[in-house]
């Protein structure tokens, strides 16, 4: 029977795998290396600032394993979403990194970078032609949203992928990439069945996630073949089940049969999921239902401030007690105090308050609160300037029934406020139709010859 085997070593690129489960990986033949290498859930700072979450120094380790392992097996390696977020800064970033494994390991190979941030004039043109529409429960996107956006980028589909591996490259670095396509693109290349293809790729790209004990720093294999796949993981230390494979595939889903991404909906009303061995389980019927028109997911995020904050403690019942009404009395206090001095937010996250465990079924109050304080402002000086006097206004508040008149909270740390950084928000979270699949992803090809790009 035709068979098309694929490893997936790890949740996200950087997050590790053991040795051990990587070379069992590769002592079952796979057919491509492939890897996510981002996600959206660190929240917005990552695409607007174009820094990655993961650390450079863990994604070099997983890549030396990976590159290495391709390189000797002659197969593709392919990663997407690199550097995070999926930005060209991001991109750069981790082709940085590919060359540099390959400069210091002697490997040569033609690899092929597709970027996926979108100028903005493109999203102005499709906007006015009503080509930008809302996704749902984001809210229909403005003009001013799109201007005010940085780093925009659509979230590819196969097609891209394919076309890279039609032109001869063994490795590809994608910027933003929906995240099952890594893993199918080969495989819908080579004639196997898009939606067998996609949802295996759906459940391998966060690896050992859905296994028993999941993990995001192991590995897991698929095995595509004409009616279903298999997924298997690579350590003693964990089993597919029925359950953990099924439960994967809801995976930040809001539908548990309709499963829509680039192109089209992956449809699971006939799949069935069967325990084939202890540590083995079988897919069938999943089925791919292309699109009348195609559209694309687009994600930015735009610059809001600076952020400050600072940690404190309470152990004092009678503070704590009236935790809400002395916070709502600062934030007055604050607000009245600089009135003229510009826009800004305060907020106090309370941790330990109005927890249900802590209150049970007795209504009684936390022995403690940690509290944090954050303020956001245009410039990083007038960030300083709120959370400064918030916490010092707390600290020295003066409650009803406060037994001393020294400070009402504890500081772990000296100084007790941190510059928090740039502070952004999501400004596009929405769909745009194109005319095809890869026309908003250019492909750059090169000869990586130990590390030198030619």
Excluded at 139 to 145: A, E, G, R
Excluded at 160 to 185: H, K, N, W
Excluded at 244 to 264: D, F, I, M, Q
Aim: aromatic content about 10%; proline content about 6%; glycine content about 8%.
């Amino acid at each position: 029977m035709k068979e098309f085997r694929v490893l997936s070593p790890t949740a996200i690129l950087g997050y590790g795998f053991p040795a051990a489960s990587f070379e069992e990986g590769m002592s079952h033949k796979p057919h491509v290396i492939a890897v996510d290498a981002g996600s959206t859930d660190p929240g917005p700072y990552y695409l607007g600032s174009g820094k990655s979450f993961t650390d450079r120094g863990a994604v070099k380790r997983d890549l030396e394993f990976m590159l290495t392992a391709a390189c000797t097996e002659n197969i593709p390696m392919i990663i997407g979403t690199a550097g995070g977020s999926g930005a060209d800064s991001h991109l750069d970033w981790n082709v940085d990194i590919v060359r540099e494994i390959a400069a210091e390991k002697g490997l040569s190979f033609k690899m092929a970078v597709i970027s996926a941030q979108i100028d903005k004039e493109v999203i102005r043109q499709r906007f006015a032609q009503g080509k930008v529409v809302a996704l749902k429960p984001a809210p229909v996107p403005t003009m001013q949203d799109i201007e005010d956006s940085v780093n925009i980028v659509a979230q590819m589909g196969h097609e891209p992928i394919m076309e890279a591996l039609q032109a001869g490259a063994q490795v590809i670095i994608t910027g933003r990439a929906y995240d099952p396509t890594v893993f199918a693109a080969l495989a819908i290349m080579q004639g196997y069945d898009p939606g067998l293809a996609l949802h295996m790729g759906k459940i391998l790209e966060c690896a050992a996630i859905a296994a028993t004990p999941g993990s995001g720093s192991d590995c897991m294999f698929g095995y595509l073949r004409d009616d279903h796949f298999e997924l298997a993981t690579l350590s003693p230390a964990r089993k597919c089940t029925t359950t953990s494979v099924a439960a994967h595939t809801l995976y930040e889903k809001s539908n548990p049969t309709r499963l829509p991404g680039p192109g089209g909906v992956l449809d699971l009303t006939q799949t069935t999921f069967e325990q084939t061995t202890d540590n083995t389980v079988t897919v069938r019927g999943s089925r791919f239902i292309p699109d009348d028109a195609y559209f694309v997911k687009l994600e930015a995020a735009r610059h809001v401030g600076h952020r400050t904050i600072s940690f404190a403690a309470t152990c004092d019942p009678i503070m704590i007690n009236q935790l809400d009404d002395i916070i709502a009395a600062v934030k007055e206090r604050v607000a009245g105090n600089f009135s003229d001095i510009g826009d800004f937010f305060l907020d106090f996250k309370v941790y330990g308050h109005h927890g249900a465990s802590f209150y049970g079924d007795t209504g009684s109050m936390p022995a403690e609160a940690a509290i944090i304080i954050e303020a956001v402002a245009p410039t990083a000086q007038l960030a300083d300037t709120i959370c400064s006097f918030a916490r010092s206004t707390l600290l020295h508040f003066g409650y009803p029934g406060r037994k001393s008149t020294a400070g009402n909270l504890a500081f772990p740390f000296s100084p007790s406020d941190f510059a928090g950084g740039d502070v952004y928000e999501f400004s596009l979270y929405c769909l745009m139709a194109v005319d095809s699949p890869t026309e908003l992803f250019p492909i750059k090809i090169f000869q990586c010859d130990k590390g030198v790009l030619v």
